[in-house]
């Protein structure tokens, strides 16, 4: 069944669908209640928690009427087993975690003033609009509303005669006043471009989703974690590892474009959002960069050109690289994020590690002359070999 055999039971290599529905499957799943209402019912918890209100997973294969429900994969493909990020809804967690320090980080919000983050989708509900005048008016809380694909659409950065388009996973803004008459958003503050870096795999996960939804049907009443716990290793069934250069590849050039539009001053800045995995997968792309630590406390580092000062970019960067993980040590289901690093940069310096200092590296190492030795070696092997 698909290109990788289901595991045997036990191995602790390969890939693994790693949470099913916003609740760990593998290597031990998760049979609190709270898995068995997302699981059984379909639900993605994290979009429901976005909302306030129940949606299913979006992720619906072309032939198939059932979503996934795969958010994470654990992989070893880096050297040591790791969550994989499959779906940006992911990273909207019970606390908000990510969204929520974005915002604090890039608009300089102090401890002291609260934060509320709200999706566009639900603007029009009366609760809602009276919790946004509520924060307006209390003087302790600022407003910031964002937009994605699947709440609101993306926004796209559009074409012009002498720029390229872009899409920008997600627009959060910040709403400043309403109108005392009509009671609608009237002044905006500025605005942050928030892309989330989700990983691309080898090969689809299906076969696996398969299986998992074979032990547990949509809307079953019968348990099944029993069954699960037997055979957790279904959960690895045909799932293959992610492409992590093209993960890079695909990202970089619109990362670099958005940190320069960042710097238009309607504009906050720019945060790209990592899994570790990939921040992992990307440290040889870098050039294994030496980061600069300035708060230990809040894990606040720098990444700076050769002629930029790191005091200066953690004070005034509008660029921002959030390296989180998921916190496996929580007894909350789903578990929580935490965050890995936040890392102060700019274009300059990224432009420089990934294209200066990852080819002197290189070539310091001795990939060029590895290079001449196998063409000369394959040349050599095809001239005709003359006895005698």
Known sequence: MGARPTPPPGTTRGNFIAEWFGHRVWPVPNDSP???????????????????????CIKVPSRGEEPTGVCTISSDSNGIREDWLACPYRTLDQHFTLLGEVVRTLYRVPLEIDVLGIPVTILQRADVQERVANALENGVTRVFLFTSDKLGGEIDLPETTVSPGAKVDVSIVELLSLDPLTGSPETFGQHV??????????????????????????????PYHQALRAKPEIA???????????????????????????????????????????????LRHFANPNLVEVDTARRIFVLAG??????????????????????????????????????????????????????QQGIAAGVIDRYRHTLETRVRAKWPHKSG
Not at 42 to 48: A, D
Not at 205 to 221: G, K, Y
Not at 260 to 272: N, T, V, Y
Not at 326 to 353: F, V
Request: net charge neutral; glycine share 4%; aromatic share 10%.
């Open 306 to 359: 050769p002629d930029e000062r790191a005091a200066d970019i953690a004070a005034t960067s509008r660029s921002w690289i959030f390296v989180f993980d998921i916190d496996r040590e929580s007894r909350e289901s789903p578990k929580p994020l935490l965050i890995a690093r936040r890392i102060a940069t700019s274009a300059s310096a990224l432009m420089h590690q990934a294209f200066t200092a990852a080819a």
């Open 236 to 282: 690895g069934t045909g799932v293959e590892g992610p492409n992590k250069a093209n993960v890079f590849k695909r990202t970089f050039y619109q990362m670099i474009l958005k940190v320069q539009f960042a710097e238009h001053p309607l504009c906050a800045g720019f945060a790209i959002i990592l899994p570790l995995p990939v921040w992992n997968s990307w």
């Open 34 to 56: 709270s898995a068995v209402l997302n699981q059984t019912a379909r639900r993605c918890p994290f979009l429901s928690n976005a909302t306030g209100e129940d949606r299913q």
């Open 193 to 222: 471009f928030y892309e989330i870096q989700t990983s691309d795999f080898h090969g689809s996960p299906l076969h696996a989703v398969h299986l998992l939804q074979e032990i547990c049907p949509a809307n079953s009443t019968k």
